[in-house]
């Protein structure tokens, strides 16, 4: 049995890959560190998480995630499922190195779905 790439879960459907995109999320919301996601989720959803699993959830694409704690982040960004899931065509998330089982997009540019940019807001990620 193969290990997923730390950042590809298993295909969602044939050549698609979930997204986790919490980070994106929070920032884009204001909130740049898990310390502060920490806070939030402690504040408007009533969960106590610790550091270490914050920080593992702000920074790594998590294998699975508890539909308490998906509910609980969505509270507490006033956010949806949707905006902290994306599902993508195959191949790796940018930024990641490539899987030697990933199936390449072979689809036109023109046949993709364009997916509008998030609105800037004046300001980067910090790195990870």
């Known amino acids: 049995m193969t290990t997923p790439e730390p950042h590809a879960l298993p295909p969602a459907g044939p ?3 979930v997204e986790w ?4 999320t929070a920032a884009q919301r204001g909130v740049w560190t898990g310390t502060e996601l920490r806070r939030l989720l402690a504040e408007r959803a009533g969960l106590e998480l ?13 294998s699975q995630v508890k539909l308490s704690t998906l509910a609980a982040l969505c509270t507490a960004l006033d956010c949806t499922p949707g905006d902290l899931l994306a599902l993508r065509d195959g191949g790796p998330p940018p930024g990641s190195s490539p899987s030697p089982h990933a199936v390449p997009d072979t689809a036109p540019p023109s046949a993709r779905a364009a ?3 998030p609105a800037p807001l004046n300001r980067s990620l910090p790195p990870l």
């Open 15 to 17: 050549g698609q890959l």
């Open 21 to 24: 995109r919490l980070r994106m």
């Open 50 to 62: 610790a550091a270490a699993s914050v920080s593992a959830l702000f920074t790594k694409q998590p």
């Open 115 to 117: 997916t509008p940019p």
